[in-house]
């Protein structure tokens, strides 16, 4: 198969790969960019372990080609911290301890940075409803809401 070449904004970044055509976005992103924080926790887009953003919406980026990254702005876990500085949904995670073993965890961050994003102010029904692709194993999900809602209302405190 001939590699396909992609250019794309990863984080912000300006970023270039080759990939095959087949080959999955998560897979890209893992083993070619090295950016392993998404994890592949079922390969089919049921789990959300592997949720990015690809121009601003939620994806599963194993459902989704590299090849078809080719100009679109994606959004990782890798870009959520300013260097040292963790947003305030990692910060909240780690205070409110709503993360055990962790492969569920960057898919979470990611998906409620995006729900954070389109409605600073949610309820925790919308909370449960927009988190509701990304399954957790370990947690029971109390903690994780808790985390979020703590989130939006220190976010919406500081605008």
Not at 87 to 115: D, M, N, R, Y
Not at 151 to 158: G, H, I, S, V
């Amino acid at each position: 198969m001939t590699k396909v070449h992609v250019t794309t904004t990863i984080n912000g970044d300006p970023t270039e790969f080759l990939c095959e055509p087949d080959e999955t976005l998560l897979d890209v992103l893992r083993d070619r960019l090295g950016m392993t924080g998404s994890k592949e926790g079922c390969g089919t887009g049921d789990c959300g372990a592997c949720s990015v953003t690809l121009n601003g919406r939620l994806v599963c980026s194993c459902l989704v080609l590299g090849a078809e990254a080719e100009g679109q702005e994606i959004g990782t876990i890798e870009g959520m911290a300013q260097g040292e500085n963790l947003h305030v949904l990692q910060k909240k995670f780690i205070e409110h301890a709503a993360l055990q073993c962790g492969i569920c965890t960057p898919g979470l961050l990611v998906a409620a940075k995006s729900l954070l994003e389109k409605n600073p102010d949610p309820t925790e029904e919308e909370t449960r409803y927009w988190l509701a692709g990304n399954l957790c194993r370990c947690t029971g999900y109390d903690k994780i809401i808790r985390a979020v809602m703590d989130a939006a209302k220190e976010m919406r405190e500081a605008a």
